[in-house]
Structure formats: C-alpha cells, structure tokens
C-alpha cells in the first residue's frame, strides 16, 4: 500500500452515512428551499395564494423557488461542509467519501472514477426519457392532423426533447468518459478540482430534474432556442427552460475549466503535447469551447429571466430591445455547443481506430490541427443560423464562407480516420464498427451541411426537416454512435466485466440500419415542404412520415436491445472481462482493474505516444511498402 | 500484394463510379429538385442545388467506397494476431487533400456568392438590400401575426387582403414584418423565405414566372398554432391581378378606412408582458 492510498479516511459508520449528507438529505432540503422560494415569491410580488390566476401565472415566485431548491439540493448533498470547515480553521483535504461501497455512488464523491459512473448513469437516464419524448412525437407524426396530442403537448414534447438532448449531451462524453478516462490517460491520480467535478455533475442532475417539471407548468412552445419573444410570452414551463439551461451552462462552463486546468497541469512527466492522446486533445478542444461559449448562455437567459419577471426590455422590440439581440447570443453559443457536441466523437474514433486496426495513429498532428481549427472558427459562422432573418445581409457571404471553410478542417479529421485505416489490420470488434458508422454517418452530415451553408440553397431547406435531418445525423450519427463506441470500448475497464458480443452486434446492426432508414427520408421531405415542430402537415407527406415513424420505433426498440444487454451482461450474468481486452497500448489500460483510488501506484514517466502499434515497416507479417510509398 | 495497387485499384475504382454516378444524380435528380421553376429566384436553387449535389456525389462515394474497401482488404485474417505497418503519415498525401479541399470549399463559396448577390435568391435581406434586382418593382407587404399572415398593397390604397395573389412575370418587393413574435414567410413554389420580425422591415425580391398556386407556410416556431399557419397563394396573369385588387379594394375598403397609414413597420400598443 503506498503512502497516498493510506491517506484516505476510515469510512463513517453505516448509519452516519445514511442520515447526514447524501440524496435523501438533498432532496429534503431541495423540496424545503422550493417552497422557501415559492413562498418568498409570492410575498415579493404580492400575489395571492389562492387566486388561481395568480398562483398559475407567478414567474418570481417559480424562478426562485428553482433557484433556492437547487442551492438547497446542493447543501443537502454536503457542498458546504468543506469550505465552512476550512473557514473554521479545519485543515486542507483533497477527498471525501472515496473508497468506500456502494453508498459513494449517491451522493458527493471526488473519486473522478466514482463521478464518471454516475455521469454514465445519470446521463443514461435522461438520454432515455429525451428518446422517449422523441418517439411520443413520431406516434403525433404518424397522421398529418392532431391525433395523439394537441398543438400545445406536441411543441412541449418537441421543446423537452430537444433541449435535453441539446443540454445533458454536451457532457455525453466528456462527462463519463472524459472524468473517467483523461486522469487515466495523462498519468494523474485525480482531477485538478475534484469537489467541482462532483459539483457539475450534481448541477446537471438538478438540471434535468427542472426541465421534466415543465410539464407541471404548461410545457414551453419554443423549441430548445428559447426564441424572443416568445419566450416572453409563454407560460410558467418557459422559467423551468430558463433555469434548466443557466445551469447546464454553469455545469458545462466548470466542466471545461476543470478539464483545461488538468490538462494542463497534471500532465504525468514525459507527457509532452505531442504526446498526448489524441482524445484528451479533442477534450481540450471541447473544454475551450464549453468555457467560452456557455457564459453567453447564462448571461442571455439572464436577461430572458428579467424580461419575463421584473418587466425588462431586453428583447422586446417595442421597449427598445431587440428579437434580434437573443438569436445572436443564442447562436453565438449555440453554433459551438454543436461542436460540443461533435468534438469529443471525433476523439473517440481516432483514439480506437488505432488499437483495432493494429496502426499507429495515421497523421497526429493534422488530427490536432483539425480539431483546434474546428474550434476556433466554430465562433465566427453563427449567423448562418439567421441567412433569411434579415439582418446583415450583407455579411452574409462572409458567414457562407466561414461556413464552408469549417469543412476544411473537418476533412482532416476524415483523412486521418482513412490513413489509419489504409492496410492495417482491422478486427471488426463492436466498437470499431460504430466507428466505421460514425465516419459514414458523419460524412452525410457534413456534406448536408455544405447545402445549408450555402444561403440561396438555406433559403428553401431552413427551419425544415432537412435541417433537422443533417443535425441529426451530426449528433445522433456523430455523438450518439461514438458515445456507445466508446460505452462497449471502455465499460469493460469501467465495470471490470463484459459485454454479451452477440446482442452487442445485433444492437449495433439494428441502431445502424434504422438510424438511417429514419434520418435518411427527412432530408427528403425537408426537401419537399415539411417545416419543423408542426403538429399539422401536407396530406402529400403522409406515407413518407408513416415511414419514418416505424423506423424511429424500431431505431428505439434497438435501444431496448442495448438495455437488455447492459442488464444481463453488467448486473445478471457478469463475466469478468480481460485485464486489457482490445490489447491497447493506451495508459489507462495498464493500471489495475478495477481502478485503484489513486489511480497509480508510482506515476508514470511517458517517453512516446499511445499509439506505438505495428511492425517496422518490412518486418516479419507486414508487407514491404514500394518504393516512395 | 502492393500499396500501388491498392491505391490505382481504388482510384479506378472511385473515378468510374463517380463518372457513372455524377451525371446519374444531375441528370436524373436535377430535374426534381425542389423547389421547382415558379419564379427566377426558384429556379436559381434548383441550379444551385444540382450543383451542390454533383459535387457532393463524388465526395461521398470516395469515403464510402473507401471504407467497403478498407472493410473488406485491411483486415485481420481470422484468428491471425498481426500488427499493421507502423506508417504515421505522409505528408505528400497531406498536402494534397489539404489543397485539394480548399480549392473546392472556396469555388463552393465563390459560386453561392454569386447566385447570392444577383436576385438576392429569394432570402430576406432586411430594411436595406443588397441586392436589388433591376427594373419596376411591385411592393406588396407581408404581415405576420399569431396565426396568418396578411398582405397589404401599398401601391393600391394600402389595401389589407386575407390571400397572397402575384401577378406572372413583375419583380415582386416583399416587405416582411410581424406584430408579435418572429414568424418567418415560406412561399415554397417561389423560393422565398424571409423572417417576419416585430418592428423590422424585411425586404425580399421574388419573379414569379408561372401561373400557379403556391403554399405558403410559417417557417419559425410561432407559438402553438404555428402547425396551421398556413395557406395557398396564386399566382395569376396581369389582367386577372388587375381584376382581382380592384375586387379587393371594394370588399375591403370599409375596413382599409380603419387601419393604420400604410408603413414599414408597425409598432403594436405595448404588449401584455410575461405570462
């Protein structure tokens, strides 16, 4: 046992573990601090208690009553307990709760291994009622008329489906797997800020909690952008968009700061840039632009929040403001949270691509270069979003441009994923093929994207389902194919066990065929007239929709199949998996499993990259390369 | 076998795919392509987007190709345990792509300027245009509010019609705006698409070229009726639009004498605020 490991605290006893400082306590005092701010609320604005109107229609009094029930979840859950202790002169500790049982996994745990596992499942969960909303819109879409839902359910769903996708999934990777692995990866026995790590995680959990209570308030009619103003507009369900956002952006915004931070500084000795996995590169990338891009958020709901409570003009146009000021700074963080998104995927295949194809990593360097380049020009293209919205449109060819220049960099990415590719030695375990997957989904996502870049052929694709058919295939295609690459890839190391291979691949064949039987025809009737988030379409798109809905069902159903096997594999049969079963040179897979606490006994000194895979050109098994070649 | 004749096999491969499949997909699909010839900014986007898709077909079938390839030739021959050749780059390859994708990402741009700043290719382009297509124009006004749009023919005595009618072969100068929240005007047959937006004047330019019944559509989430923010406009010959406005001007004239003096924009009284 080394020195570091003894360090960490005996455990409490089970019973004072159970009564002080963990879910239960949190959720107490998140419901007491909701009422607490439900009621300050009403005292602020003078409303009554009983008069329905005024109990339904009291923005303060909800914002307040969210806000107080977060800090209160977050007091129960002990993020306190250390800085009070240090302000009362106790002395400095790195860990809380690490090490022991069961009980780490339900409450504050610094433990980046613990916080990895409870972002896969907490991040599972609502991934799964996000795909639920999805289906419950294919069954309205099913008939051209209101069937299912009225007007009003329908834009509910749509707006909770795609604000939780677009909120809980920019930590879909990095999250689990960036928390999890990057410690791992650059040789250091935790996180450079643990309690915050713990913190983003239980912020998006509250987060999540906030946007399913909509439903409480009325839904909200405006889609996951929130547009002004109707935003300012709608009913009480648009405070739980409002908040649920603001804290998705500080989750994301200290996500990113501790990934950089860490990165930075707790590289293992030897660990040069150039050394780096080429996933912690697309890490950083994302992290870089988590923290610039999410305080744009907070601070535009912010002002979304004044300009429905205390009677503002922020974005009212008759006051002075402007609808124009919110989709600017929507879009300003919204253009690079889709490559929030999009990042980490990219990582994700070329760090596996290797270890399956027997390959070095082919272009490092160019794979960097892609990656820093899609995040910077990530924040100059975003009006493209607002081509036929009027304004500057003049500068219009300036964003088309840009636009299009992000291809460029974009194709390095696929050109790397080719040159590993080129004469390895692939073995087509299941998360290669969602890497194959990924490059053929993300490759029809880009070249979509080359048409809505450029505006006269935008004119007649924006705001309909061609759109949403390309951002489908960017995230679903993109993130979603990579994210489960990287669960089948990873959860062995995780868990310590493995997965059933034949529902594995039976999941992998069905979610691969039926994501693009249902994605595929949208880009169709996108072409073809069919606007998004509308309850009512032409009768002539009905068989294509009908299409599409039996798809989507079955794309779910291979989701159920994914379920079963994490079921039956991690909880009722667990086979113990290999110690390192894809033979990666990686660092990660090189420590014990499971994961010692410390992550290492000795640190490790780094003297190459992690992709020092194949033979020396001309050795024994590998073809001699011609001449020049 | 060699890497040469991998790589003339795949080129072989990919160039008569291509050569088959581009004049295929721009032969076949072209024709198709929405949004169809109603007016000279539609039939703009269905050259811009027979363009768009014949450069795209090459581009996708050299990944895809490339990956049946690579699924079916760089693989682990079952149970063999091998490792591949220890090749971290080439930096002729590199350069290559590198210019060869600049050169067709900026000719990609080049050309959607130039479609761009001809007729404006039926986009809004707010209260100052930039590109004003020559010749007399008919403005007509578009109005959006939570559910309809209505149009207002300034040049008729402002009169307010429920319908949008254009008549065949005139430049059109549509001024967009919304009384409430953003609302965006999605005229399919024409090619054009401009956001209505409260207090802002958005100008589009459309010639309608074929006598037809268009669809129009609200294209920005508006609030719950936005699914049925919807109707059929016409576009007719110039005696039968002549016929029709004055028909108009009489049916609506009681309540022309009531609205506001026609103007870019119209502030509403100040709105019920929050919810």
Redesign the interface.
Known sequence: MSTSAAAIPAPAPLWRRLIGFNLLTAVALGVGGYYLGWVLGHQVTGASYYYQADVD?N?VALLLAYVLGVIGFLIGLGFLNYPVARALGRPPSLREKEGHGWTRYLGLCTDHKVVGIQYLLGIGFFLFIAALNAMLIRVELLNPTPTAFG??Q??SLVGMHGTMMMGMMTSGILGPFANYFVPLMIGARRMAFPRIEALTFWLLMAAGFILTSTVFFGGF???W?G????N?????G?DSYIIFFALVGVSMALLGLNMIATIVTMRAPGLTWSRLPIFVWSVFATSVLMVLAAPTLIATLLMAAL???I?TSFF????GGS??LFENLFWFFGHPEVYVLALPGFGIVLELLPVF??????????AVAGMLGVTLLSFFVWQHH?????????L??FY??ST??I??PT??I??CV??T????????TVPMLFC?AW??NF??GG?SG??L????????T???FFVMAHFHYTIVGGLVFAFFAAIYYWVPKMTGLRFNERLAKVHFWTMFIFFNTTFMPLFVLG???M????????TNLVPLNRWVSINAFLLGLSMLVFVTNAVYSLVLVRRRAEQNPW?SKSLEWQTATPVPVNNFEKVPVIDSDP?D?????GAH??????AG? | MTETNHFRRLMLLWLIASAIATPLVVVLLGPILPPGNGSVQASGHVTDNTVLLGMATPVFLLVVLYLIYAVLNFRQQSGAVLEGPAVRGDSRVQTAWIVITSIAVLSLAAYGTAELVGNGAGSGQGPNPASVPAGKKLQVQVIGQEWAFTYRYPSYGGVETPHLVLPVDTTVELHVTSLDVIHSFWAFQLGVKADANPGVDNVVFVKPTKQEAFSVRCAELCGIWHGYMFDTGHVVSAPAFKSWIAQQRSVFSPATHYLPPYSTTYNPEPTVRGS
Do not use: C
């Not at chain 1, 009212?316 to 006051?319: D, K, N, P, S, V």
């Not at chain 1, 098994?621 to 011609?626: F, W």
């Open positions: 229609e923005d007007p009003n329908y834009l009619p405006t889609g952008t547009y002004e103003p109707l300012d507009q709608a009913v009480m648009m300009d429905r409570t009677s009212i146009t008759g006051g609808s124009y194809t027997r390959k070095p990593l082919w272009g490092y360097r160019l607002l081509f036929v919205s009027g304004i500057n449109a003049d219009r060819p088309m441009l299009e220049i291809s460029i194709g390095f696929f050109l080719m040159g590719l080129w004469r390895g030695r692939a073995t087509y194959i490059t053929f490759l029809i070249l080359v048409f870049s450029d505006t006269p052929s935008d004119t007649d924006h705001g309909t072409m073809k007239g606007p998004r988030r509308v309850v009512s379409y032409a033979r992709y895979y194949g033979a020396p050109v098994g590998v073809e001699p390369l011609p070649g």
